[in-house]
């Protein structure tokens, strides 16, 4: 009869070990989830950032002219001419002298994003693009300077 006591006993201790286990597992599966959600969303935030602060700051470059046509920023220096678009989700510059075919520059990719729009009245250009998470946000740009 001991024996069978110390046989139960010692299964009841197995089974608390793999219960602790198990919930072990569980714990950390469920941590590694929200981890991974934060920095998703750290991530487009930053994205989101990193393009406002860009074209903020090429707009507030002393630039000869500034141009929007097509969805497309134009920023007009000496003999530079830089292009800043979205394309397949993506914001993109492209610069060279103005003889250059714009078709066959070369792009660098600045930050994703879902739309960019340009919009030019007079003196005043309005730079608003979506973000990944839905929020928009918008550049006001004049001869005299940025307002955002």
């Known amino acids: 009869m001991m024996r069978r006591a110390g046989a139960w006993n010692g299964l009841y201790t197995l089974f608390l070990y793999g219960l602790f286990a198990f919930f072990s597992l569980v714990l950390v599966l469920l941590g590694v989830s929200a981890y991974r959600g934060i920095v998703s969303q ?23 002219r500034v141009e929007g046509q097509e969805d497309t920023l134009i920023l007009i220096d000496g003999s530079m001419i830089t292009y800043i678009f979205e394309q397949d989700g993506m914001l993109y510059e492209a610069a060279a002298m103005q003889e250059t075919d714009p078709r066959r520059l070369q792009k660098d990719a600045i930050a994703r994003m879902d739309a960019f729009h340009i919009e030019h009245e007079g003196d005043l250009i309005t730079v608003s693009f979506l973000d990944e998470l839905g929020n928009r946000k918008v550049i006001y740009s004049t001869g005299r300077g940025i307002r955002s």
Do not use: P
């Open 42 to 64: 750290s991530d487009q935030i930053g994205q989101s950032r990193t393009a406002f602060l860009y074209i903020q700051h090429k707009l507030e470059s002393r630039l000869d």
